[in-house]
């Protein structure tokens, strides 16, 4: 299991108002087929989802729903020699992308896009918006991550 799951999870119990989770789940769950993504994994009871559609090169793409947010997580890459170099161009492409950014997670050692959506009013539009800018980045950027990895 991805350790972002339970990260996720210890976020959602903080956040989550139980009578909450249910409506909001399916309405996501509703927005991810609409969107033809397919649901590999989901936990109703810890309002997890891992999606994917790979012809939008998402993969494994983790959504929390944890009220009063919405929040994704794509693995990116694992960083093997932390360099100032691939920070640096990671913080300038932050720039470029219209939705979510690039984070490392708590050991500075994977890199990974997150957003997070504001879940009470959240439309279809919106969260396209957000899973279109992930998919636009993995096109765009490919080829830089790539080389990232190998570092």
Do not use: C, W
């Not at 693995?75 to 979510?100: A, C, T």
């Not at 690039?102 to 918006?129: C, G, P, S, W, Y």
């Amino acid at each position: 299991m991805h350790r972002y799951y339970f990260v996720l999870l210890n976020l959602r119990n903080h956040l989550q108002k139980p009578t909450q989770m249910k409506n909001h789940f399916n309405i996501t769950r509703d927005y991810l087929l609409e969107l033809n993504f397919n649901i590999v994994k989901e936990n109703r009871a810890d309002g997890i989802m891992v999606v994917e559609k790979e012809d939008f090169g998402i993969k494994n793409l983790i959504l929390g729903v944890s009220p009063p947010i919405l929040i994704m997580e794509q693995f990116i890459f694992s960083v093997h020699n932390q360099s100032e170099k691939i920070f640096r161009n990671l913080l300038q492409k932050n720039r470029d992308i219209i939705h979510g950014a690039f984070v490392l997670d708590e050991t500075a050692n994977r890199v990974i896009f997150r957003d997070t959506l504001q879940i009470e009013n959240m439309d279809l539009n919106e969260f396209e918006a957000s899973l279109n800018s992930l998919s636009l980045l993995m096109s765009e950027y490919s080829d830089q991550i790539i080389e990232f990895s190998k570092y």
